[in-house]
């Protein structure tokens, strides 16, 4: 009787993690396909220019500390 216990639950614990799986793939592939990025957002991703400003820093820098 045992190991007819443990072999269902092996069946079962498989057939779980293939359905999950299966489920978590098809719906990254789903995502992938259909996830779309607003002109709005990507604008908004445009990269920051590196260049720092001198001038300022060196403005900053004179400043008298109370």
Known sequence: MKHNNDRDLFLISVFTFITVFL???????????TST????????????????DTDTLNVLNSRKRY
């Open 23 to 33: 489920w978590i793939t098809f719906e990254l592939i789903k995502t992938t396909k």
């Open 37 to 52: 990025v607003s002109s709005s957002v990507q604008q908004l991703s445009i990269p920051i220019s590196s260049t720092i």
